[in-house]
């Protein structure tokens, strides 16, 4: 089962920029659904972004189309998330998952085997 790390989490203003990056170790993310959830203060875990297998379908929660983009770096492991325009409801611990979800379950928690410990975004003025 492959162990995963965030990092990249912290502070920003409103509209301003972010990258979190999940590196996996103990195996290969390309062989994985990877995907990033978040958790906002007070509320539960909710769908961010996927990429399904390498090379596959990403797939993004209607909150963040158009301003977070999830890419794979095979060389290195990883999978980042790239955040773009960040509002103050992102505001959340963001976790990336593996797993080997089938594609009508790519956005519930069920499917994914594999959490990170979380990063927190703060974005505030």
């Known amino acids: 089962q492959v162990t995963l790390a965030e990092s990249g989490g912290g502070m920003a203003q409103p509209g301003a920029s972010l990258r979190l990056s999940c590196v996996g170790s103990?195996?290969?993310?390309?062989?994985?659904?990877v995907a990033w959830f978040r958790q906002p203060p007070g509320k539960e875990r909710e769908f961010v972004a996927a990429?399904?297998?390498?090379?596959?379908?990403?797939v993004y929660a209607d909150s963040v189309k158009g301003r977070f983009t999830i890419s794979r770096n095979n060389a290195e492991n990883t999978v980042d998330l790239q955040m773009n325009s960040l509002k103050p409801e992102d505001t959340a611990i963001y976790y990336c998952?593996?797993?080997?979800?089938?594609?009508?379950?790519?956005?519930?928690?069920?499917?994914?085997?594999?959490w990170g410990q979380g990063a927190p975004v703060t974005v505030s003025t």
């Open positions: 990429s399904r297998y390498n090379g596959g379908t990403t």
């Open positions: 103990g195996g290969e993310l390309r062989r994985y659904v």
């Open positions: 998952a593996a797993g080997s979800t089938i594609l009508s379950e790519t956005r519930r928690t069920r499917g994914y085997k594999s």
